[in-house]
């Protein structure tokens, strides 16, 4: 079985905190737990991460790194609804 350590796009740089809050972490933690249980795969959830930052950067987001992780958990929230895993807000 694979670790988490060997899956692609893990955000580690020497000398630098992997992620600014506790919820950063498990919502990385919670994608690559759903794609290695095979409920999207890699190249479906940069495509879904990719177009939330381009909608988020036509919305005038700076790309400061600090709106990050919000764009990574729309992005699972969009994909899981679409993939029919959940269902949108009441």
Avoid at 7 to 26: D, K, M, Q, V
Avoid at 64 to 81: M, N, P, Q, V
């Amino acid at each position: 079985m694979a670790s988490i350590l060997d899956s692609p796009g893990l955000p580690i740089e020497a000398n630098t905190p992997h992620f600014n809050e506790p919820w950063e972490a498990r919502a990385f933690a919670m994608t690559l737990a759903l794609q290695q249980r095979g409920l999207f795969t890699w190249p479906q959830w940069t495509a879904a991460l990719a177009a939330e930052i381009a909608l988020a950067q036509q919305r005038g987001d700076k790309d400061l790194g600090d709106t990050y992780y919000k764009h990574w958990l729309r992005a699972l929230e969009k994909l899981l609804i679409e993939l029919g895993a959940i269902g949108p807000e009441s």
